[in-house]
């Protein structure tokens, strides 16, 4: 069965410095998101990608980060200055179609990212 | 704003009962659900979906309830297994998909 796969499965980084969390959604899906769940809390929406654009984003989603579909499989997040309460579960979603129709968004196992 | 909330945090049941876990919605505008099943160290798994123009909706082992005057939706398990024991969100979907903050269920065997 196809999955979501996301890499590295736990990042560690400095307070400052800019992370790439990577994704490879189900290969023929065509709406890509970003979530975060911070430990113990919701899974918290951050953006929403479709043909090769942002389609939605939450207030969370400021300017520090950014989403990149580099090449025809990989979805990057990227957040360009790390801060400690950047903590948390970054996860990757992929639907065929979108939310708001009877689709399904299919997450990938995380990436764990801790600031220090 | 959106806002879903979960009435229980933790569910605790004796394998082979049914499970019912339950959680309320604000937007009435919302008209997509979702109940994703998380278990530990994965992401959310999805579960079972309902629309707006539907009050119920089964699948296996699982059935989905929307109660839109009061802005309820529950999931209920029938014979809960080991295997079920995760924590339960509730998702909503209007211009973007909100989250509930979970219930965790606790199978007892």
């Known amino acids: 069965e196809p999955e979501v796969t996301q890499t590295p499965s736990h990042q560690v980084t400095q307070m400052g410095q800019e992370v790439i969390l990577r994704c490879v959604p189900i290969s023929n899906h065509l709406y890509f998101y970003w979530y975060r769940q911070i430990l113990g809390q919701k899974v918290e929406f951050l953006v929403s990608f479709y043909n090769n654009e942002i389609s939605e984003k939450s207030e969370i989603f400021d300017d520090q980060f950014s989403v990149e579909r580099p090449d025809g499989s990989n979805f990057t997040l990227k957040i360009r200055s790390t801060k400690l309460e950047d903590s948390a579960m970054y996860f990757c979603a992929s639907s065929e179609i979108g939310w708001g129709s009877t689709d399904t968004q299919y997450f990938g196992p995380g990436t764990r990212l801790t600031v220090l | 704003g959106e806002s879903v909330g979960l009435h229980l945090p933790t569910l605790s049941v004796q394998e082979g009962d049914n499970s019912i876990i339950n959680c309320a919605y604000s937007?009435?505008?919302?008209?997509?659900f979702i109940w994703y099943k998380q278990e530990s160290g994965k992401g959310p798994q999805f579960i079972i979906d309902i629309r707006s123009n539907m009050d119920k909706r089964q699948g296996q082992r699982v059935t989905v309830l929307l109660n839109k005057t009061v802005k309820h939706l529950s999931l209920q398990i029938a014979a809960t297994q080991p295997g079920d024991s995760a924590v339960y969100f509730c998702a909503c979907a209007g211009n973007m998909l909100t989250f509930g903050g979970g219930t965790r269920l606790m199978v007892k065997p």
């Open positions: 937007n009435s505008a919302s008209d997509y």
